[in-house]
């Protein structure tokens, strides 16, 4: 199951999603695991409980993050509520981050979010979307660099553009 909760502070060059709200409503079928994703559902109201209702119905839960609400993230870890996060990392690691998300702490936010990865130990996937020429391959090295040198457990990348 996939439930897609928008909200987010980014209007980034490489999204194609639409920035509207979606709410959440009970699954409809028996499903054993949870996707949650939408620009960043962190910062939608619905999502902690909804995170709370899936781990409450047993799911194994995934949660898509642009890792701009760390404060958020360490709640969920803390709380358990997923089994493994995936961050959507959209630009370099640098000064570009902010002019290709189009905020200023969308880059140290994201590097707090590499911490609380780190210290609750949780799994993370990321996904790097590529935008050549301003975001290539070789930077994203450098991305899944950053966030083991950090301590997070990187368990997959995957490529998008």
């Known amino acids: 199951m996939v439930i897609e909760l928008h909200?987010?502070?980014?209007?980034c060059l490489s999204c194609r999603r639409r920035r509207e709200a979606h709410p959440v409503g009970k699954p409809k079928v028996l499903v054993s695991a949870a996707s949650i994703w939408g620009c960043e559902p962190l910062l939608n109201p619905e999502c902690l409980p909804a995170l709370r209702e899936l781990r409450g119905m047993g799911m194994r839960v995934k949660l898509h993050t642009s890792g701009y609400a760390p404060d958020a993230l360490e709640e969920v870890l803390a709380e358990k509520l997923v089994d493994v996060v995936e961050?959507?990392?959209r630009a370099p690691l640098d000064s570009r981050y902010a002019e290709m998300t189009g905020r200023e702490d969308a880059l140290e936010r994201l590097f707090e979010s590499m911490w609380v990865l780190a210290s609750a130990g949780t799994p993370a996937?990321?996904?790097?979307?590529?935008?050549p020429p301003l975001f290539v391959e070789r930077q994203a090295r450098e991305v899944v660099h950053a966030f083991e040198s950090t301590g997070v457990r990187v368990e997959g990348v995957a490529l998008s553009c």
């Open 125 to 131: 996937f990321l996904r790097i979307w590529l935008l």
């Open 87 to 89: 961050v959507h990392v």
């Open 7 to 11: 909200a987010c502070p980014f209007s």
